[in-house]
Protein backbone atom coordinates (compact mmCIF):
# COMPACT_ATOMS: atom_id res chain seq x y z
CA UNK A 1 0.00 0.00 0.00
CA UNK A 2 1.38 3.23 -0.75
CA UNK A 3 1.42 6.45 1.51
CA UNK A 4 -1.74 8.24 -0.55
CA UNK A 5 -3.71 5.35 -0.11
CA UNK A 6 -4.30 6.78 3.46
CA UNK A 7 -6.24 9.74 5.02
CA UNK A 8 -6.25 10.93 8.67
CA UNK A 9 -9.75 11.38 9.92
CA UNK A 10 -11.29 12.46 13.20
CA UNK A 11 -12.66 10.24 15.80
CA UNK A 12 -14.68 11.61 18.10
CA UNK A 13 -13.80 9.54 21.39
CA UNK A 14 -16.83 8.97 24.65
CA UNK A 15 -16.09 11.07 27.75
CA UNK A 16 -12.51 11.15 29.45
CA UNK A 17 -11.54 8.00 27.26
CA UNK A 18 -9.20 9.69 24.79
CA UNK A 19 -6.48 7.92 26.15
CA UNK A 20 -8.39 4.35 26.06
CA UNK A 21 -9.63 4.71 22.59
CA UNK A 22 -6.09 5.51 21.33
CA UNK A 23 -4.77 2.47 22.97
CA UNK A 24 -7.09 0.63 21.25
CA UNK A 25 -6.82 1.91 17.60
CA UNK A 26 -3.62 1.54 17.98
CA UNK A 27 -4.26 -1.74 18.78
CA UNK A 28 -6.11 -3.14 16.16
CA UNK A 29 -3.57 -1.28 13.88
CA UNK A 30 -4.60 1.69 13.30
CA UNK A 31 -1.97 4.93 13.49
CA UNK A 32 -3.03 7.81 15.76
CA UNK A 33 -2.04 11.19 17.39
CA UNK A 34 -3.39 12.77 20.38
CA UNK A 35 -1.37 16.16 21.37
CA UNK A 36 -1.43 17.38 24.26
CA UNK A 37 -0.84 20.77 25.68
CA UNK A 38 1.44 22.64 28.36
CA UNK A 39 1.69 26.23 29.45
CA UNK A 40 5.42 26.50 30.13
CA UNK A 41 6.50 29.98 31.56
CA UNK A 42 9.64 31.76 30.61
CA UNK A 43 12.26 29.73 32.42
CA UNK A 44 9.88 26.91 33.72
CA UNK A 45 9.64 23.74 33.37
CA UNK A 46 7.13 21.58 31.87
CA UNK A 47 4.37 22.32 33.65
CA UNK A 48 3.18 18.96 35.22
CA UNK A 49 -0.50 19.80 34.76
CA UNK A 50 -0.92 18.21 30.34
CA UNK A 51 -4.23 18.25 28.72
CA UNK A 52 -5.11 17.23 25.53
CA UNK A 53 -5.39 19.64 22.85
CA UNK A 54 -8.15 18.66 21.25
CA UNK A 55 -9.95 16.83 24.31
CA UNK A 56 -12.27 14.07 22.57
CA UNK A 57 -10.61 14.25 19.49
CA UNK A 58 -7.99 11.96 18.25
CA UNK A 59 -6.51 12.38 14.63
CA UNK A 60 -6.07 8.58 13.23
CA UNK A 61 -4.75 7.52 9.89
CA UNK A 62 -7.14 5.09 7.72
CA UNK A 63 -7.52 3.52 4.47
CA UNK A 64 -9.08 5.77 1.97
CA UNK A 65 -11.28 3.37 0.48
CA UNK A 66 -12.78 0.27 2.35
CA UNK A 67 -12.30 1.28 5.23
CA UNK A 68 -14.09 -0.45 8.36
CA UNK A 69 -16.22 2.48 9.58
CA UNK A 70 -18.11 -0.22 12.02
CA UNK A 71 -14.93 -1.69 13.08
CA UNK A 72 -13.81 2.12 13.97
CA UNK A 73 -17.21 3.01 15.78
CA UNK A 74 -17.52 0.36 17.60
CA UNK A 75 -13.76 0.78 19.50
CA UNK A 76 -13.96 0.71 22.77
CA UNK A 77 -13.68 4.40 23.62
CA UNK A 78 -14.68 5.81 20.51
CA UNK A 79 -18.35 7.37 20.16
CA UNK A 80 -17.88 7.69 15.95
CA UNK A 81 -15.76 9.15 13.07
CA UNK A 82 -16.32 12.71 12.44
CA UNK A 83 -18.79 12.79 9.54
CA UNK A 84 -20.08 15.42 7.08
CA UNK A 85 -22.65 14.69 4.88
CA UNK A 86 -22.84 11.08 5.17
CA UNK A 87 -18.99 10.82 4.93
CA UNK A 88 -16.26 10.51 7.28
CA UNK A 89 -14.21 13.83 7.03
CA UNK A 90 -10.73 13.56 6.17
CA UNK A 91 -8.02 16.02 7.87
CA UNK A 92 -4.99 17.18 5.79
CA UNK A 93 -1.96 15.52 5.84
CA UNK A 94 -0.21 18.90 6.10
CA UNK A 95 -2.30 19.98 9.19
CA UNK A 96 -1.34 17.16 10.79
CA UNK A 97 2.42 17.23 10.20
CA UNK A 98 2.77 20.65 10.82
CA UNK A 99 1.08 20.14 14.68
CA UNK A 100 3.10 16.61 14.97
CA UNK A 101 6.48 19.36 14.19
CA UNK A 102 5.41 21.85 17.03
CA UNK A 103 5.01 18.80 19.02
CA UNK A 104 8.20 17.64 21.34
CA UNK A 105 8.15 13.97 23.11
CA UNK A 106 5.02 12.63 23.65
CA UNK A 107 3.25 14.96 21.57
CA UNK A 108 3.55 17.61 23.85
CA UNK A 109 3.18 21.54 22.76
CA UNK A 110 4.78 23.72 25.18
CA UNK A 111 2.41 26.88 25.02
CA UNK A 112 4.01 30.06 25.84
CA UNK A 113 3.12 32.24 28.97
CA UNK A 114 4.80 35.29 29.78
CA UNK A 115 4.00 37.13 32.81
CA UNK A 116 3.50 40.91 32.04
CA UNK A 117 2.32 44.01 34.20
CA UNK A 118 -1.17 45.08 34.45
CA UNK A 119 -2.15 48.14 32.55
CA UNK A 120 -5.39 50.96 33.36
CA UNK A 121 -8.44 49.28 32.49
CA UNK A 122 -7.58 45.86 32.76
CA UNK A 123 -10.11 43.34 34.40
CA UNK A 124 -8.74 41.05 37.59
CA UNK A 125 -9.75 38.90 39.59
CA UNK A 126 -9.04 39.30 43.53
CA UNK A 127 -8.03 35.61 44.55
CA UNK A 128 -7.66 36.43 48.79
CA UNK A 129 -8.49 39.63 51.44
CA UNK A 130 -11.67 41.13 52.09
CA UNK A 131 -12.76 41.33 48.66
CA UNK A 132 -11.77 37.99 47.72
CA UNK A 133 -14.10 36.50 44.62
CA UNK A 134 -14.56 40.26 43.76
CA UNK A 135 -14.31 41.10 40.06
CA UNK A 136 -11.85 44.69 40.02
CA UNK A 137 -10.71 46.91 37.49
CA UNK A 138 -7.09 47.56 37.63
CA UNK A 139 -5.99 50.80 38.08
CA UNK A 140 -2.23 51.86 38.79
CA UNK A 141 0.65 50.11 41.35
CA UNK A 142 0.95 51.95 44.72
CA UNK A 143 3.95 50.83 45.27
CA UNK A 144 5.75 47.76 45.77
CA UNK A 145 3.34 45.82 46.95
CA UNK A 146 -0.05 47.48 46.95
CA UNK A 147 -2.28 48.38 43.90
CA UNK A 148 -5.16 50.62 43.41
CA UNK A 149 -8.75 49.08 42.07
CA UNK A 150 -11.62 50.16 40.79
CA UNK A 151 -14.73 47.45 42.45
CA UNK A 152 -18.41 47.44 42.90
CA UNK A 153 -19.49 47.56 46.74
CA UNK A 154 -23.12 47.32 47.83
CA UNK A 155 -24.17 48.51 43.91
CA UNK A 156 -21.46 51.21 44.08
CA UNK A 157 -18.18 52.02 42.72
CA UNK A 158 -15.19 52.64 45.07
CA UNK A 159 -11.70 52.73 45.00
CA UNK A 160 -9.93 50.30 47.03
CA UNK A 161 -5.48 49.74 47.63
CA UNK A 162 -5.03 46.19 48.17
CA UNK A 163 -2.18 44.31 47.99
CA UNK A 164 -0.79 42.90 44.87
CA UNK A 165 -0.14 39.11 46.26
CA UNK A 166 -4.18 39.04 46.59
CA UNK A 167 -4.54 38.70 42.91
CA UNK A 168 -2.81 36.74 39.78
CA UNK A 169 0.06 37.70 38.03
CA UNK A 170 -1.53 39.18 34.75
CA UNK A 171 -0.32 36.07 32.23
CA UNK A 172 -0.38 36.41 27.67
CA UNK A 173 -0.58 33.14 26.68
CA UNK A 174 0.03 33.71 22.64
CA UNK A 175 -2.17 31.50 20.34
CA UNK A 176 -1.04 28.41 18.41
CA UNK A 177 0.01 28.73 15.01
CA UNK A 178 -0.19 25.94 11.83
Known amino acids: MKKNDFNWYLVFTKPREEEKAKINLENQGFKSFMPKISLV ?40 VVSYGGKPAYIPESLVDDLKAKCGEGGIFEQKKIFTNYEKGDQIFIKDGIFKGK ?26 DISSSHIDKKVVIYPIKV
Open 41 to 80: GEGEELSSKVELMFPRYIFTKLKKENTNWIKINSTYGVSK
Open 135 to 160: DAIFLSYKGKDRIRVLLEVISQSSVA
